[in-house]
């Protein structure tokens, strides 16, 4: 198994971005890889991959720990629930 892809470079932003990009650019990468929408082999895997990055980077504390400790600090930490408890507009808006 090949080791993670640092969260921000999955979701192409910086360590200082606001939350406001974070969550702009995770809108973004979810509409392009949707499963629903691309049916590439690939597109279901990353989108799980910009799940994961969102569901760390999105949360503070998640964020903290990972910036800290790197995957290390969060493996294990969240769930499917936790990747979308905030994400509660639709893709409309986008």
């Known amino acids: 198994m ?5 969260y921000y470079e999955v ?25 629903d929408r691309n049916k590439s082999p690939e597109a279901a895997e990353h989108f799980k991959e910009i799940s994961e990055a969102y569901a760390v980077l999105s949360d503070p504390e998640k964020k903290k720990l990972y910036d800290q400790y790197g995957h290390a600090g969060v493996d294990g930490k969240y769930s499917t629930e936790d990747i979308f408890s905030g994400a509660r507009g639709n893709f409309d808006e986008v």
């Open 11 to 35: 979701l192409g932003v910086s360590k200082s971005d606001s939350t406001d990009s974070v969550k702009s650019q995770y809108r973004k990468l979810a509409l392009k890889f949707h499963p």
């Open 2 to 6: 090949s080791a993670k892809r640092d």
